[in-house]
């Protein structure tokens, strides 16, 4: 094509006609210029069609993340309210010097608060996006706000309970501390590892929290029920974290919907 336009230019020069040689070069730029602009077009309309294929992939994985947080969040919320209505009930308890006659309930809501637990979250995808600057592909400018507010509150969830459970390890040793907690940390062990408390009972237990002098029994309260406030503060912080996800999820779900 190139050796066929030479040999215009070539005759028309040969024959004098340098008038129409001009338009003519000039033409020939005009078209090459057209061809390239075509090219371009062609090749911006492939790279958006790429980029709108990673843009559903990644909104895909972000919202398998999601769903992933809202079920463990779920398991969470369901934790601790069973620990605060065993709390509760613990103190109830205590302060009613009911034990005996509730010993099956006593022992119940012991063995539900002898765990913390905390919000781990799924965030590999969006890490992924950030530092490689894949977030820019999400054309949604709205959608790219939720999912980072999303995050942020992931962080702030996860601050929130460092400091909230190691105030809850340091309330449970400050009733160790008070109370001979030890004989019930290894009555509950297996035999292999169970030092020299064999012998003692579901009952040694229930003696052992009813004979609490007023002293003792004034500390756990308060220990208990400090305990209790941590818990609230962190079930606060994974509400929010909660309603943020499923307004990311909506907004997501509804956008993928659109581009179907």
């Keep these: 094509m190139i050796k066929f336009f030479r040999k215009i230019r070539q005759n028309l020069l040969s024959e004098g006609k340098t008038g129409k040689y001009f338009k003519y070069a000039i033409g020939e730029i005009i078209l090459v210029v057209i061809g390239i602009l075509i090219a371009l077009q062609i090749n911006n309309w492939n790279e958006n069609r790429k980029n709108k294929q990673y843009e559903q992939n990644y909104l895909q994985r972000i ?3 999601l769903n992933k947080d809202q079920a463990e969040l779920e398991m969470h919320f369901n934790t601790d309210t069973l620990k605060l209505d065993a709390f509760t009930q613990i103190i109830h308890i205590q302060k009613t010097n009911s034990i005996k006659s509730n010993q099956q309930a006593f022992l119940a809501a012991l063995n539900s608060v002898k765990s ?3 919000f781990e979250g799924n965030d590999v995808v969006f ?5 490689s600057g894949k977030l820019a592909l999400i054309a949604s400018e709205d959608i790219r706000d939720s999912i980072q507010n999303y995050y942020k509150q992931v962080e702030e969830v996860i601050k929130q309970e460092n400091s909230f459970i190691t105030a809850q390890v340091n309330a449970y040793h400050k009733v160790y501390e008070y109370m001979d907690y030890a004989f019930i940390i290894e009555a509950s062990r297996i ?5 020299n408390t064999n012998d003692v009972t579901y009952e040694d237990i229930i003696n052992f929290y009813d004979n609490l002098n ?5 500390e756990n309260y308060k220990d208990l029920t400090l305990i209790k406030d941590y818990i609230l503060r962190s079930n606060k912080v994974r509400v929010t974290l909660d ?6 999820i909506k907004l997501i779900k509804d956008y993928l919907e659109k581009k179907k």
């Design 214 to 218: 007023e002293v003792q029994k004034n």
């Design 127 to 131: 890490n992924e996006m950030k530092f």
């Design 63 to 65: 919202l398998s993340d």
């Design 243 to 248: 309603e943020k996800g499923k307004a990311t």
């Design 116 to 118: 913390t637990n905390w």
């Design 191 to 195: 035999p292999r590892w169970n030092s």
